[in-house]
């Protein structure tokens, strides 16, 4: 059974950082594709940013100001998030693709507010 354990999450004020860690409990290797979506309270689960075979996307709404990262050797994958908005207020969870299916942690909350 795949699991996936997010931590990072927190308060943070407008305009601070964080940075989310995401750890498998398998070895991941470069060809999955690992990722950060988010849900807010009322609304649906969105992705925030992805990567797989060292390429990376990301939602308009977080483009320069996150970056999604990852270490294969210890099957971690990292989402710094700067300049962070009370719009980015959300639960943040993790999520790996590869050829068995679709596996998502127990997420993370992070909330912006001063």
């Known amino acids: 059974q795949v699991q996936l354990v997010e931590s990072g999450g927190g308060l943070v004020q407008p305009g601070g950082s964080l940075r989310l860690s995401c750890v498998a409990s398998?070895?991941?290797?470069?060809?999955?594709?690992m990722g950060w979506y988010r849900q807010a309270p009322g609304k649906e689960r969105e992705l925030v940013a992805d990567?797989?075979?060292?390429?990376?996307n990301y939602a308009d709404s977080v483009k320069g100001r996150f970056i999604i990262s990852r270490v294969n050797a210890i099957n971690t994958v990292y989402l710094q998030m700067n300049d962070l908005k009370p719009e980015d207020t959300a639960v943040y969870y993790c999520?790996?693709?590869?050829?068995?299916?679709?596996?998502w942690g127990q997420g993370t909350q992070v909330t912006v507010s001063s």
């Open positions: 999520k790996l693709t590869y050829y068995y299916g679709n596996y």
């Open positions: 398998i070895n991941i290797f470069s060809t999955y594709r």
């Open positions: 990567t797989i075979r060292g390429s990376t």
